[in-house]
């Protein structure tokens, strides 16, 4: 593996790893939330968090440079206060990941939590379990895997994602340029072998993501029952 290869897998391995943390927390929390809510408006915002999945990545570039740059109050206010912006850096490319993959980290968790046995969780209030610790000690270990198959696809979709990256943190070598735009530049400036290297080592990343993610939840992937 050549420098620039090198440095773009661990650019996007990094990338990857800071998305999928970042839907841990907001993919799982909303997943549980709406399994567990019921309230007016539940399908819509429902629609509204999967959409992602079917909008094109560019256009969440879009509206993440709406969001984040610095002619928005959000950013106008993270340039003033702490000197940073979002734009065109890993951080920023992270976040376009992130909302990227969502809905497959939103979908499988929504799904698993609704899937947890209600009676379980029942006897455990009965017992005196109640609160985080009903989350912790018995909805989220009868969920784990559903959720965890989720952040699996959502690692790999971050492994490979363009299009929002792109728009919001540019093509930097070393600093923001992922492998799959990496492997655009390469084709851009008739470096086949470079690109050729850069090909195989995204796919066999996410190969063996999904692969993983196979054995953990195969009923939710291919069909089959676990």
Known sequence: MNGPAAIALLLSLKVALAATCINLV???GAGFILARSRFIGRDVLDSLLTLPMVMPPTVLGYYL???????????????DSFGFSFIFTWQGAAIAAAVVGF????????????????????????LGVSGFSLFFRVTLP???RGILAGL???????????????????????????????????V????????????????????????????????????ARP
């Open 188 to 223: 851009q400036a008739g470096q086949d072998s470079l690109a050729n290297e850069l090909v195989v080592l995204t796919s066999a990343v996410c190969v063996a993501v999904l692969l993983i993610a196979g054995r953990l939840a195969p009923g939710r992937i291919n069909g």
């Open 142 to 144: 009868l969920a784990w």
């Open 103 to 126: 809905p497959l980290v939103f979908k499988p968790a929504r799904a698993a939590f609704e899937s947890v046995d209600g009676q379980l969780e029942q006897a455990a209030r009965v």
């Open 152 to 186: 699996l696809l959502a690692f790999a979709r971050a492994m490979g994602e363009f299009g929002a990256t792109l728009m919001v943190a540019g093509s930097i070598p070393g600093k923001t340029q992922t492998l799959s735009i990496a492997v655009y530049e390469a």
């Open 65 to 79: 440079l709406v969001l984040l740059g610095r002619r928005s109050a959000l950013g106008a206010w993270l340039q």
């Open 26 to 28: 907001l993919g799982v």
